[in-house]
């Protein structure tokens, strides 16, 4: 059975060999075992059901709640010469029955329809007059409470279709893959523990790379320079920054795209056309760009300004190398940014919902400050039980700069934290290591600590971002309020101790000098 699933990757797709997990998960289907699987991005989900429902007799419904990509997938497979069509409201009343009508007569190996399809019992008693060879979830997180984007009508399907006397093998999948979604949808639609087909959250395609310490729109016009051919997304935090980068970018020549909730729907969708069909390379734009566009050859996305949390900025960043082929994901970061993010939280009209937000911003800014591999950070915070090496391609393992000793230093912050109480952001204890005669300082009077002044020899700037490090890698504990207030942790007393160094990258090249931390030495 599965030479015959290589035979049609090679006829049809024309690819040699199949990727991580597609084997596996075709295998299962095709000895009618109900299957889930889990992959990233671009890992090839479709290709898990579409070669199963050429291998197998009758039709393949898939159900897919993203409306917007029902036409690409259709057309991708009539372009391979395979019969397929999708039913959805974008098709008028007489164009969708026409299609349930042919779909009925067996005409197509593929029918693509939205969860809603399921509302009337009509559609239903449709699929119990047919053969089918198998009904696949798309985007299966969305029938799960858990999921980031449940649809209470896609769930509901699930009983429905145990009613019906054909049920052929039942195939999710979905790249969201925390315990609770995978748990969920096991149960739901009855798939054993060891049909589970799991290749974790890692996009090997993808590299990660952190930038401080620059000009960023004088960073954004070098890259974009530097790849004239090739497709990007920059995001910005807000429209007046989107508006601002566009308008400098063309300019100096580059021609851009744009992309924000503030222009209209036609201005909008115009864009987005452009850019899907490669007419515009360079798309700058908010976080509203991204939702259902099935772009597979983004080979950049720049982040203009640090995100709100890591959960936004893998799926914005993960829109570059839907294709398999190598995506380059930067983030452009600054400590204004923390401040940004900050305010918007504030802005946020659910109370309730406020300190989790900022929890999952701390652990944002401890991904920009953190000397770990980029990969590996995001993985461990999906809790992915299949993270392992180190990538080997993100700036934190590439970096070219030298190790530096900080445990001395490491020690005087710490030792600062502690006089001052506990009870103080990054902020001020950075200004009471450098000397300042800030206010605040004199107010709480920390003048008078021993520790006042200790570290003057680096700039207000260095020093906070060393507090970041410091709090990135577990030796300070930002707590989880509106403002962090910080704290020693068991790693900080091992420090103050002498029973661990602290050993810090130092950047090698950086154009910004104060920036630059081993220019003081
Ligand atoms: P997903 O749905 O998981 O995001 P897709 O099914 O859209 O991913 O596949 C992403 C890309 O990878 C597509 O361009 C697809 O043609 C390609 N692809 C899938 N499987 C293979 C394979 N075995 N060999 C080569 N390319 C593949
Ligand atoms: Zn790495």
Redesign the pocket.
């Known amino acids: 059975m599965i030479e015959k699933a290589e035979r049609l990757?090679q006829t049809y797709?024309g690819?040699?060999?199949?990727?991580k997990g597609?084997e596996q998960a075709i295998r299962q289907v095709l000895q009618n075992e109900n299957t889930l699987a889990v992959?990233?991005?671009?890992?090839?989900?479709?290709?898990c059901y579409q070669i199963p429902g050429l291998a197998l007799e009758g039709t393949a419904i898939i159900i897919s709640p993203l409306i917007s990509l029902m036409k690409d997938q259709v057309d991708a497979l009539v372009a391979y010469g395979i019969s397929a069509t999708y039913i959805n409201s974008s098709l008028s009343a007489t164009e969708q029955r026409e299609r349930i009508r042919d779909m009925e007569k067996g005409r197509y190996q593929f029918v693509y329809v939205a969860p809603e399809r399921f509302d009337s019992g009509a559609f239903l008693a449709t699929l119990q007059r047919m053969e089918l060879s198998l009904i696949a979830f798309d985007e299966a997180h969305c029938i799960s409470q858990w999921g980031h984007d449940f649809r209470p009508s896609y769930r509901s399907i699930v009983p429905t279709l145990y009613q019906i006397p054909n049920l052929p093998v039942l195939m999710a999948?979905t790249?969201t893959a925390t315990q609770e979604v995978i748990q969920d949808i096991q149960r739901l639609i009855h798939v054993e523990p060891d049909a589970i087909v799991n290749t974790g959250f890692a996009r090997e395609n993808l590299s990660f790379r952190m930038i401080k310490g620059r000009d960023k729109r004088d960073f954004v016009k070098e890259y974009v320079k530097s790849r004239p051919e090739e497709a990007g997304i920059i995001y910005t935090a807000t429209r007046k920054d989107a508006d601002h980068l566009q308008q400098y970018l063309e300019k100096e020549g580059y021609s851009t795209g744009k992309y924000h909730a503030g222009m209209s729907e036609n201005q909008r969708k115009e864009m987005q056309t452009k850019f899907v069909r490669d007419e515009i390379t360079t798309i700058v734009a908010t976080n509203a760009f991204g939702m259902g566009i099935d772009k597979?050859n983004v080979r950049y996305v720049i982040h203009y300004s640090m995100p709100m949390n890591i959960e936004s900025y893998y799926q914005e960043a993960g829109r570059a190398g839907?294709?398999?082929e190598p995506g380059d994901c930067v983030l452009l970061f600054s400590s204004q940014d923390i401040q940004l993010q900050r305010f918007l939280i504030d802005q946020s009209p659910v109370e309730e919902k406020k300190k989790e937000e900022y929890a999952k911003l701390q652990s944002m800014i401890n991904y920009c400050h953190t000397s770990m591999c980029l990969q590996q950070y995001i993985l461990e915070y999906f809790q992915d039980p299949n993270s392992t090496e180190p990538c080997g391609k993100c700036s934190n393992c590439t970096h070219d700069g030298k190790e530096q000793d900080m445990t001395k230093e490491a020690q005087m912050v710490l030792s600062c934290v502690k006089r001052m109480g506990q009870a103080f952001g990054a902020g001020l204890t950075a200004k009471v290591l450098k000397g300042s005669s800030d206010k605040k300082v004199r107010q709480f009077q920390f003048e008078d600590l021993p520790t006042y002044g200790l570290l003057s020899h680096y700039t207000e700037k260095q020093l906070t971002r060393f507090i970041h490090f410091l709090t990135a890698e577990g030796y300070l504990n930002p707590g989880n309020g509106r403002y962090p207030t910080l704290q020693l942790t068991s790693k900080s007393v091992e420090v103050l101790k002498g029973q661990k160094p602290v050993i810090m990258l130092i950047e090698s090249t950086t154009t910004n000098v104060e920036e630059n931390y081993n220019v003081e030495y």
Do not use: E, I
């Open positions: 990757l797709y690819f040699s060999s199949f990727r597609q992959m990233p991005t671009g890992g090839g989900k479709s290709l999948l790249a597979s839907r294709d398999g």
